[in-house]
């Protein structure tokens, strides 16, 4: 319940992200495995951290996917560290703490 993961395309390629509320990085690398073992190498993976209760969620609970997609590919993705990636489709790197 604390993991998000999101699919999507920017202008310059595909990209999987992981959004994982932790305090750690412990498992950034692992996440970033599973995922690239999941994807085509064409794909950026990328992992974020956020504290608790970041992942925007509806009523119902289920993750809000779109509009996290939304703020990853406005490259505005507030309150989350970028902790890992492989690749380079991220057209604006979000910069960390933003």
Do not use: C, M
């Amino acid at each position: 319940g604390r993991v998000a993961v999101v699919f999507g395309a920017t202008r310059t390629g595909p990209v999987a992200a992981a959004l994982v509320e932790s305090d750690s990085e412990e498992w950034a690398e692992e996440v970033v495995a599973v995922l690239r073992a999941h994807t085509a190498e064409s794909v950026t993976v990328v992992a974020y951290k956020g504290r608790r209760g970041s992942i925007p969620r509806t009523s119902s609970g289920k993750p809000r996917r779109r509009i996290v997609w939304g703020q990853i590919d406005a490259g505005d993705l507030a309150g989350w560290d970028r902790v890992a990636v492989l690749g380079e489709a991220l057209d604006q790197p979000v910069p960390a703490g933003a």
